[in-house]
């Protein structure tokens, strides 16, 4: 995700932070590279002039160029002003108490991912302990009730519809009427789109709006349109008055247009977004770490919060125990792939580990690679697995053959192995290593 604009700021950041001194012509000319990333990323002229003019400002101060490490203290305020950017901290979604219905209404025009996004809303809140309701009021989109419906029954969340309805305004006020009755806590509701904006709709969502008085009101935009997302947003929110944005398809938005703009534009906040296909792929917006991501600093908090959410408490300590004493087996080392994929793919993830992204080659990045280790390791016996010394050449040749594979791909894959039980075994046992990584993830050592 914003790949392009990351690998430019990163190449400015690494070219500053290198010079033992700055000069006010090194920052003009950092600044200058800085802008033209960000109009190459498609952000809006009017959000980098007031970027790069305000960046200027403050780093061509005394703070900047008389500090004791010039380039570290350019790196800060470019982070801060990025920060500031994309909205400066996360916003919450504004729900009230379970005795009260919470009524959410998405907007979004045909093909933004609306009622795929209304889908993951319902699932993620539903894990707060929340009782959701789904409301199929697009009566426009051809299949678009049935699509929610669906997604509610692979969910397992109640989805209100009427089917044959004409009128999508009585349709959500009648859901929202049963979701209180049936005391549903959140009301979601999925309501029409258009190819593009036009008067008809906008009066329609404003009957719609008036007769449900939603808490929120978050438009769903697709961030790989750049810029046209920023004039959706502003137009919407005109008719509208938005609480808030989900910007979708933000893991293939290469660009980051349009997540750099819209804050600013719009002056609402990017609440969610959408990093996938999977149900689970809706995340909360931290501008602070989008920035960091941006910048090449990582984002470790997100990755630790990926990381609880898959892996067992219990299970880590064992594993922990296992890599202490170098009793880490081929078998822990194939559930340990398992586990990560769930957290998505590599490349996802080493974009959250500092230095990760630029310091390993995409072609390293491999997922296709995994899957020709785990077919090796399921092409072994139990035995194999537990002690990975008893296989010698007849043995490597026969799993070579059952995997599909070559008996040098075997030879790799051990070697590999045992240099990562190694390294596993060595940093259980560096605690200045683990105090670094605690302090990283902003907890105590």
Avoid: C
């Amino acid at each position: 995700m914003l790949e392009k604009v990351s690998l430019a700021f990163s190449d400015i950041i690494r070219t500053v932070a290198g010079k033992a001194s700055v000069t006010e012509k090194n920052v003009e000319e950092a600044v200058e590279q800085i802008k033209l990333a960000l109009l190459d990323a498609d952000v809006s002229v009017r959000v980098v002039r007031r970027f790069v003019n305000q960046t200027l400002q403050e780093a061509n101060g005394e703070k900047v160029l008389r500090s004791v490490n010039p380039g570290q203290q350019f790196i800060k305020i470019v982070h801060d002003k990025m920060v500031a950017l994309l909205g400066d901290t996360k916003q919450d979604l504004q729900l009230r108490g379970p005795d009260t219905a919470s009524v959410i209404l998405l907007y979004g025009l045909q093909g933004s991912g609306k009622t795929t996004s209304a889908g993951k809303l319902g699932l993620r809140l539903k894990k707060q302990g929340r009782k959701v309701l789904l409301v199929a009021a697009d009566l426009v989109r051809p299949a678009a009730i049935e699509q929610l419906a669906i997604l509610g029954q692979q969910l397992e969340i109640d989805v209100y519809r009427e089917d044959g309805a004409t009128d999508p305004v009585k349709v959500a006020k009648n859901g929202v009427n049963f979701g209180k009755k049936n005391l549903f806590d959140t009301i979601i509701i999925d309501t029409s789109g258009r190819m593009q904006v036009d008067e008809p709709l906008m009066k329609e969502l404003q009957r719609l709006r008036d007769s449900v008085s939603p808490l929120e009101s978050l438009l769903v935009v697709d961030a790989m349109t750049g810029q046209h997302a920023v004039e959706i947003a502003t137009a919407f929110d005109q008719n509208l008055s938005l609480t808030g944005l989900i910007l979708t398809k933000f893991d293939s938005d290469t660009r980051g247009g349009a997540a750099l703009s819209l804050r600013s534009v719009t002056g609402k906040p990017i609440k969610f977004i959408g990093t996938g296909e999977k149900s689970t792929d809706l995340e909360v917006f931290h501008p602070e770490r989008i920035a960091g991501r941006i910048l090449g600093m990582g984002d470790v908090v997100s990755l630790v919060e990926k990381a609880q959410e898959v892996f067992d408490q219990d299970q880590a300590i064992k594993l922990q125990q296992k890599m202490a004493t170098g009793n880490f087996t081929l078998e822990d080392y194939l559930d340990q792939f398992r586990q990560v994929r769930k957290m998505g793919s590599l490349e996802k993830l080493a974009e959250m580990i500092p230095g990760m992204k630029n310091a390993v080659e995409s072609e390293q990045i491999n997922e296709k690679g995994i899957k020709t280790e785990e077919a090796i390791i399921l092409s072994m016996t139990k035995n194999e697995r537990g002690n990975h010394l008893i296989i010698g050449p007849s043995r490597r040749k026969r799993i070579a053959h059952g995997s599909g594979t070559s008996v040098h791909a075997v030879n790799q894959l051990l070697k590999k192995f045992e240099k990562t039980r190694d390294s596993m075994r060595k940093m259980t046992k560096n605690k200045k290593y683990q105090a670094q990584v605690l302090q990283q993830m902003g907890m105590p050592g």
